[in-house]
Each structure stands twice: as C-alpha cells, then as structure tokens.
C-alpha cells in the first residue's frame, strides 16, 4: 500500500459564516460548513491562488472552502438526514515534523444516546446520526461536527515538499489530496468511530459516571473471544485494540458487500494455455482503477522496452495491453506514452528480484489501468509474446484481500496502541485502499459507495439512511449494467466519473452533466449496435406488439440483447479489435434472429421485393428508393442468409434508424432505468410512455429540452431501487 503519511490522526470526539448547503436533486442531507477561521487566516487567508483541478477559488482561503464544500457534497449527496449537519472547521498549526505529520482531526461534537427510533438502547450515536434517526434537531445550537485541519503541511520544517492539493479533479501527483482527507474525516464525524477509549478499554460516560457503549462497538468484535466490544470488559476491550489481524467488523451490510468491493489485482493470461493464470500484480497511484470486468486485449512489448520515450511500434500497441519495463524514468511517463500510442492497459514488469512494488506518481491525463508483475513473471510474459499471448487486468473479487477466515473485514489494531489511528479504521490490509483506512492512499477516487469503498455500507450498518445513486462512481456503474448489461470497464469508468467531476462544486453543472451521462449510454456505439439494434429488428421483423405502441417486452429485449453484446465475443467498445467482435455478433444475431419460427411464419413465401416491403412497412418508414434497391440486394438468392443481409439493411438503414429513435429512447427509459415494462405497475397502461414520447417528438428528440432523462433519474421510482 501507498500511503503519503505514516498517520492520519481522526476519530477524536469532543463534548465540548456559513457557506453553501449541499442538498440537491440527489440526495437528501444538507451539509453546512461553519468557518471558525479568524479574519485573515484559513478560509479567510487572502493569498492570491491560480484556479487548480476544477478549483476556480483565486485565493488560498476560497479554495479551501471550495474542496470542503465538494467533499460536503459528496457526502450530502447520498445521506439522508432531515436535521442539517453542520461542521465547524478550522485550520491550526497542529503536530508535525520533517517527515510525518499530522494532516487533521475531526469527530462528533456531542453524542446522544436514547433518542427516538435509536436501534441500540443505552448506547451513544454522535449527534449527526442521532438527528438523523429522531427526526429533530436535539441541540440546534451545536455544531455536529468539529474539524481541525494543520495549515503548517508544507511549510519549513513540516513534512517539506509536499502540500495540500486543493483541486477537486483528484489529479494530486505527490501532494496530498485535500478533498480526500476532508472525505476521511467528515466520515469519522458521521460515525465512523468509536467513543469508546482503544487505550483502556473504557466506556464513555454520562454526568453522572455510568458508562454505556457505542453505536459502533455493537459491530466492532474481536474473532478470538467471539464477542463484540459491547460485550466485552473494559480489559478485553484494550486488549483486543492491539490483536493484529482479529479485530473485525461484523455488520450484515459490509460483509454482504465486500466482495463486490475488495479484491486482488491480478494479470490473468488468457492463452496460451501453457502459462494461463493468474499473476500477482501491483496496483498504480494515478489512472483509472482495474476493475471486476478488467482490460482484455492482447499483450504486445513496447519499443522501446522501457517505455520512456514515444514508442516506436504504435501499430503494434494500438488496441493493445502493452508490456513495459520499470527503470531509466517514472511510471506516469510509460503509461503515458503507451497511451498515446493506442494501448489500452499498461504491465509494468519489474527489473529486481522480489515482489512488484506499488507504483508512484499522477498525470491527469491518463485515463487507461496499469499493474505491475514480478521480474520472474514479466519474463513469463515476455517468452509468450509470438504465441498468441491475451491477457486480462482486473481485480479478482473472488480473493478479497484485508479480510478473516469468515469473510468479516479487518479493523486497524496495530501491535502498539496508535492513538487516533487504532479501532477507529479499516485495516491497511484491505485491497483497493478505503477511504477510511489510517493513511490517506493516493489512489482515492471521492467516492464512499460500492463497488469503490465499503464508507457506506459501514454507514448502513451503524444506521444511517441513505442512497448511493447520488455517488458519481455508483451513479456511473450502474449506467453500465442497466445499459450495457455488464461490469464497467476502468477506462469508461473513469472516464464517465471525471465527466461529472469535471464540474466541481457547481451544481447547475453537475446536474447537466449527469443527465448528458446518462443520455450518453443510449446514444453510445456499443448500445446503438447492440440493444437498439435488436429493438429495430423487432420493430421491422413484426412491427408493434398488437394493442401497443412499441414492438418488444423488456424480457425479451434483454435476453437478445444480452446475446448480441455477448456471442460469439464480448463487446467493450475500445478494447481490442471490438469493431470485428461487433460485426460478428451482429451477424451470429440476425441470422438466428430470422430462422425463429415465428419470424419464419410472418415472412413464409415472400421474394425479395415483398420480404423487403413488408419489414419497412412493419417499421411504419417509407424507404429511400437507394435504401429498398440496398435492401433488395442485400436479399440476394434469398434464404435464411438473404433474409438476415436483408434484415440488417433495413434495420440500419437512415430511414428506420430516424423513424424508431424517439420511440426506443422513450422505451429505454422503462427498461434501463425503472427495469420495467411501460405498463407494468405501478402503471397500468402506456399513459406515460405516451407522455413522454410526446414530450421528445414535440423538442425534436433534444432529451435536455423535453426533461425526459432527468424526469427518470430523479424519480422516486428509480431512487427506490437503491435506498431510502
């Protein structure tokens, strides 16, 4: 693991003008930021700052605020919570040293325990959770977060060369990531902490002594007595802080979801058969995370060998997963030039004995994985180059890394005692780096949902309400399998996220940018060629579905549009030789797409001529003279292959792609978004197909006009299949 510091000091709890809320169409918290700043210092500090990484603050304090009010919002997005939340923040000079700092604090202001709907009697809730759970405000006059931030990083004699990165794009090279650290410690000030002390053992108290435990103990077990921390005698409880490797986190909602979460990186060779398998590999700072579906190409060795200037062999790297040495100059420069020479994965192999080591580094501008491989493994890969060598990057769910014998995740409990950092944190174990682990990790990617971070399922578990979909990296994946029918390939992930992020704390922006995201899936190569393909051979193979005004049921959309993407290859535009898979699967489709005897009964007997007229007048579309002469053609001697040309070239032809547009966007909407027919319930009939189809026929297909995506993915209906 890469960490920039070796502790990150969080978790504390105190008894002891404000900016913009982050309430939106997305989520239902508000998020205030206090400035607890005197005039001329923190947020106040009126130093002249140049506009950085989607930050337009001009002065070193707005900045500040800037990256605090992303991260609010990030937050705000997915929580549910009546009661506003507001952080009192600050900065301060706080501990630090030439090479180790402590980067911020941050914890519940109060703590409340026996409020209504609380899920555990007698215990303490930070007031943020308890407010959130009661309905009410239980001390409007008290901040429920209190956060400090050391405004020495960077500064002679404090962890000298490097500084707060204070952009909110997440492109930090060798600085530490503001928004990243913020994200932390809002978390620990929502609930991801402890009141109970690591060091002793002990409860907290009331005024009057008595001790109860906390929220977050009820969860927090230890797998050598069995028994969780509110079980446990003060001496069990201390003693448990320090038993490396069995501290635990028992909740039902972050163990069901790890694995869709924590994995181990892997190059898994594909062919030749004599070294298929799986190959332990290391993980990069910057680009996008490999992912459970991965990069799948094949492999081909860059020249020159090292990767540190332009290559020379783009021809053969093009579309390709390139193998490159380490050495002679830094890892972001060989991914970059792999990149822009066509690659579509990077594998660094080693050029020491030992395992790979985690690579280094950040450049905003590349977008495609990379993993590294041991010196042994490298030279495997390298001896299999002229055979056929095919090799896939991805994260191995199936091996999730930082986790017990039953599957339950690790908690932080170092040998020794490590305060602020203890208990209060995943273990450093797990794989890809949480956001709540004890060291920031410059791999972060601003998003506390699955599948990139456990932060909200561990939120669930303590009892907050919430809604990942207000999660740009959840909001994007699950485009890709409404859409697309599968997992998201890190490039297009990355890709789609940085989209929205691209905004930062505008909100107008953001609100745009994810309705063209969404839209964008629809209109996408790999959808048109695949799912509104099948749904144009519906349309002209048997025209609407009598009593219906569209001419499939989602059913059977999505078991022929599983099929298309699918066989005989997997289709990921941009990966490989995708435009042939394509054509192949469109091909094998059609073909047995026309030999199904229902098919075969509406179109028995027909010549060309007849064939052809009867699939454009299914279509409702008056062709071209060039577009009925192509199809006619296309028919040939007739047959099953004549009919499947013929099909094609009606389906695909201007006049029916133009002609069914709208009404396969409409539709879509049902089928991606709400996983339902039109009038399946709640609905009853096409009454709101019908509106809506209307609504884009009238702005002429212009989506953003007609409010037609972001009617659906703001709706309470499509909100509802991920939480309340």
């Given at each position: 693991k890469r960490a920039f510091l070796p502790k990150f000091l969080a978790a504390v709890f105190a008894l002891t003008v404000v900016?913009?809320?982050?309430?939106?169409?997305?989520?239902?918290?508000?998020?205030?930021?206090?400035?607890?700043?005197?005039?001329?210092?923190?947020?106040?500090?009126?130093?002249?700052?140049?506009?950085?990484?989607?930050?337009?603050?001009?002065?070193?304090?707005?900045?500040?605020?800037?990256?605090?009010?992303?991260?609010?919002?990030?937050?705000?997005?997915?929580?549910?919570?009546?009661?506003?939340?507001?952080?009192?923040?600050?900065?301060?000079?706080?501990?630090?040293?030439?090479?180790?700092?402590?980067?911020?604090?941050?914890?519940?202001?109060?703590?409340?325990?026996?409020?209504?709907?609380?899920?555990?009697?007698?215990?303490?809730?930070?007031?943020?959770?308890?407010?959130?759970?009661?309905?009410?405000?239980?001390?409007?006059?008290?901040?429920?977060?209190?956060?400090?931030?050391?405004?020495r990083i960077g500064t002679p004699g404090c962890f000298e060369g490097r500084r707060f990165y204070l952009?909110?794009?997440?492109?930090?090279?060798?600085?530490?990531?503001?928004?990243?650290?913020?994200?932390?410690?809002?978390?620990?000030?929502?609930?991801?902490?402890?009141?109970?002390?690591?060091?002793?053992?002990?409860?907290?108290?009331?005024?009057?002594g008595q001790a109860f435990p906390s929220h977050y103990d009820h969860f927090l077990a230890d797998n050598t007595t069995a028994k969780t921390w509110a079980q446990m005698t003060d001496a069990e409880r201390q003693a448990s802080a320090f038993n490396t490797g069995h501290l635990i986190w028992t909740g039902s909602n972050v163990v069901n979801d790890?694995?869709?979460?924590?994995?181990?990186?892997?190059?898994?060779?594909?062919?030749?058969?004599?070294?298929?398998?799986?190959?332990t590999a290391t993980t990069a700072d910057f680009g996008p995370r490999v992912s459970a579906a991965g990069t799948t190409s094949s492999v081909a060795m860059a020249s020159p060998a090292d990767g540190c200037t332009a290559l020379t062999n783009p021809a053969a790297v093009s579309g390709r997963v390139a193998l490159i040495d380490r050495g002679t100059c830094n890892f972001v420069v060989k991914v970059r030039n792999a990149q822009n020479a066509g690659a579509v994965g990077v594998i660094v192999a080693n050029n020491v004995t030992g395992a790979p080591i985690q690579m280094g580094g950040g450049d905003s501008t590349i977008t495609i994985p990379s993993l590294m491989v041991s010196l042994t493994d490298g030279s495997t890969?390298?001896?299999?180059?002229?055979?056929?060598?095919?090799?896939?990057?991805?994260?191995?769910?199936?091996?999730?890394?930082?986790?017990?014998?039953?599957?339950?995740?690790?908690?932080?409990?170092?040998?020794?005692?490590?305060?602020?950092?203890?208990?209060?944190?995943?273990?450093?174990?797990?794989?890809?780096?949480?956001?709540?682990?004890?060291?920031?990790?410059?791999?972060?990617i601003h998003s506390i949902a699955l599948t990139a971070d456990l932060t909200a399922s561990q939120m669930r578990d303590i009892g907050w309400s919430l809604n990942p979909i207000g999660d740009v990296n959840f909001f994007v994946r699950q485009h890709y399998l409404d859409f697309l029918n599968r997992q998201p390939d890190s490039n297009g992930l990355y890709f789609w996220r940085e989209d929205v992020f691209n905004c930062g704390v505008d909100k107008a922006c953001i609100e745009v940018k994810r309705i063209h995201v969404s839209a964008a899936f629809f209109l996408s190569i790999e959808f048109q060629g695949t799912g509104n393909l099948v749904y144009k051979m519906y349309k002209a193979g048997f025209g609407n579905m009598p009593g219906t005004p569209v001419a499939v049921r989602r059913v059977d959309f999505l078991n022929d549009?599983?099929?298309?993407?699918?066989?005989?290859?997997?289709?990921?535009?941009?990966?490989?030789?995708?435009?042939?898979?394509?054509?192949?699967?469109?091909?094998?489709?059609?073909?047995?797409?026309?030999?199904?005897?229902?098919?075969?009964?509406?179109?028995?007997?027909?010549?060309?001529?007849?064939?052809?007229?009867?699939?454009?007048?299914?279509?409702?579309?008056?062709?071209?003279?060039?577009?009925?002469?192509?199809?006619?053609?296309?028919?040939?001697?007739?047959?099953?292959?004549?009919?499947?040309?013929?099909?094609?070239?009606?389906?695909?032809?201007?006049?029916?792609?133009?002609?069914?547009?709208?009404?396969?966007?409409?539709?879509?909407?049902?089928?991606?978004?709400?996983?339902?027919?039109?009038?399946?319930?709640?609905?009853?009939?096409?009454?709101?197909?019908?509106?809506?189809?209307?609504?884009?026929?009238?702005?002429?297909?212009?989506?953003?006009?007609?409010?037609?995506?972001?009617?659906?993915?703001?709706?309470?209906e499509y909100r509802n299949r991920f939480g309340q």
């Open positions: 900016l913009a809320a982050s309430t939106d169409a997305f989520g239902a918290a508000t998020i205030v930021i206090l400035n607890n700043d005197a005039a001329g210092v923190g947020f106040n500090d009126p130093t002249p700052a140049a506009p950085v990484g989607n930050n337009t603050g001009t002065t070193l304090g707005q900045q500040r605020l800037n990256a605090f009010q992303f991260a609010a919002n990030v937050w705000g997005a997915t929580l549910n919570s009546g009661a506003a939340i507001t952080v009192r923040a600050s900065w301060a000079e706080m501990e630090c040293s030439t090479n180790s700092a402590v980067l911020a604090s941050a914890g519940a202001v109060g703590i409340v325990r026996n409020f209504p709907n609380a899920p555990f009697t007698d215990t303490w809730y930070p007031a943020s959770l308890a407010n959130a759970l009661g309905g009410s405000d239980f001390n409007p006059s008290s901040p429920e977060i209190s956060a400090r931030f050391n405004s952009g909110l794009d997440g492109i930090h090279g060798a600085d530490i990531d503001l928004v990243s650290v913020l994200m932390h410690e809002f978390g620990h000030g929502l609930g991801f902490q402890t009141f109970t002390s690591g060091s002793t053992g002990a409860q907290a108290t009331n005024q009057a790890l694995r869709a979460v924590l994995g181990t990186p892997r190059v898994r060779v594909n062919s030749p058969s004599t070294i298929a398998g799986n190959y890969l390298k001896s299999q180059l002229t055979a056929g060598l095919n090799a896939t990057l991805l994260l191995d769910n199936f091996a999730p890394a930082g986790v017990d014998a039953q599957g339950r995740p690790l908690m932080f409990a170092p040998s020794s005692f490590e305060s602020g950092s203890s208990v209060s944190h995943w273990d450093t174990s797990l794989s890809p780096n949480q956001l709540m682990e004890p060291s920031v990790s410059g791999d972060l549009t599983r099929q298309i993407q699918s066989t005989p290859a997997q289709v990921i535009v941009g990966q490989g030789a995708w435009e042939q898979q394509l054509e192949s699967n469109k091909q094998a489709f059609a073909l047995a797409f026309v030999q199904r005897p229902a098919f075969q009964s509406a179109h028995a007997g027909q010549d060309a001529a007849a064939f052809v007229n009867s699939l454009f007048a299914n279509a409702g579309v008056t062709p071209t003279a060039a577009e009925r002469d192509a199809a006619v053609s296309a028919f040939g001697a007739g047959g099953t292959s004549g009919q499947t040309a013929a099909l094609r070239s009606v389906a695909e032809s201007n006049s029916v792609s133009t002609r069914t547009f709208n009404e396969a966007f409409v539709l879509m909407q049902y089928f991606g978004y709400l996983q339902r027919d039109p009038d399946a319930a709640p609905d009853s009939n096409f009454s709101g197909y019908n509106f809506w189809l209307g609504k884009l026929n009238e702005f002429g297909g212009n989506f953003i006009n007609a409010e037609m995506v972001k009617a659906f993915i703001d709706s309470t």
